[in-house]
């Protein structure tokens, strides 16, 4: 199966600032594929540059199997986008938004209108078709957002973050309808902040940071990193305790996470659970508690990321 999204060795640099530095991935047909990173780590400039919205300073992108450079009008027909902020006219009814939309990809009269019904209908909004988006909720002009994208049946979507600032049902919502639309085929590019929801909904994951990507695959490949289903959360008096002076530890395990009543580590190695269990209740700290887990993607994104705050 050829990509449908393919990205090699993007780059943008703002003056110093290396915005995205070499970025490669590809997103297939029916696959839902999620690009995430903390603020500033560089997925809003690479969505701009695969949509054309930012030249790349180098690097390339293929649409389809085609060089965007080589016909961007070609390459932006077979897309659609749904950015961060709503790109939605408040005046306007939900319906007349789309209908303007679709004009806008291409769409003749008869075609966008009845697009329009149909995606209405298909994200729960019909019975307020008629109605100023002004007068909408952040759920439903989220989903109105995403309608907008859909009018002329893009084969690749990218999603910007699309549930950000909604409550839990109209992310719902959304996420089945995202899911709808992998299994009819479409290819989807999804950045969001949201773990749970990468974890669940995605087929492969990208994390970049300082523009960089830093870790690629599936969420059990990922897992896999931290030790795979061997991650041990000890509780006890770890202040002033120093791992890396206990004799051979670092050769079995790697330390996640050190605070003054938890140790957080990740196995080495394919060894029995048992035995590392039986190696940590013989470190020179008392354990107090200790539990077993496969590390979530919040653990993996957290250990590649780091764990200051950033704005």
Aim: glycine content about 10%; some cysteine.
């Amino acid at each position: 199966m050829s990509p449908l999204l393919q990205v090699d060795r993007l780059s943008k640099s703002y003056g110093a600032v290396r915005a995205v530095d070499g970025v490669s991935f590809a997103v297939n047909p029916g696959e839902i594929y999620g690009l995430l990173g903390p603020n500033g780590a560089g997925k809003t400039t690479t969505i701009s540059m695969i949509c054309g919205l930012l030249r790349p300073d180098a690097g390339s992108v293929a649409v389809g199997g085609r060089p965007f450079a080589a016909d961007p009008q070609a390459a932006k027909r077979l897309m659609g986008v749904v950015p961060q902020d709503l790109a939605l006219y408040e005046e306007l009814s939900a319906a007349e938004n789309l209908i303007f939309w679709g004009r806008l990809a291409g769409l003749d009269a008869k075609t966008a209108r009845l697009r329009t019904a149909e995606l209405l209908e298909a994200l729960s909004l019909s019975d307020r078709a008629k109605d100023a988006v002004k007068t909408f909720s952040g759920g439903m002009k989220r989903r109105v957002n995403l309608g907008c994208a859909l009018l002329h049946r893009p084969q690749l979507l990218l999603l910007d973050e699309p549930t950000v600032g909604i409550d839990p049902q109209a992310r719902l919502n959304i996420i089945e309808f995202i899911r709808g639309l992998r299994a009819s085929g479409t290819a989807v590019l999804y950045t969001t902040h949201y773990l749970e929801e990468a974890e669940s909904l995605c087929d492969r994951i990208g994390i970049v940071d300082h523009g960089r990507m830093h870790a690629e695959g599936t969420l059990r490949e990922l897992q896999e990193r931290l030790g795979g289903d061997r991650l041990f959360t000890l509780e006890g008096a770890w202040a002033g305790a120093q791992p890396d002076t206990w004799p051979r530890f670092h050769e079995h395990f790697r330390v996640l996470q050190h605070s003054e009543r938890q140790l957080v580590v990740a196995a080495l190695g394919e060894r029995d659970p048992a035995d590392c269990l039986r190696e940590l209740l013989a470190l020179p700290v008392q354990v107090e508690n200790v539990t077993l887990k496969r590390p979530s993607l919040n653990e993996v994104f957290l250990q590649l990321t780091g764990r200051d705050l950033r704005e």
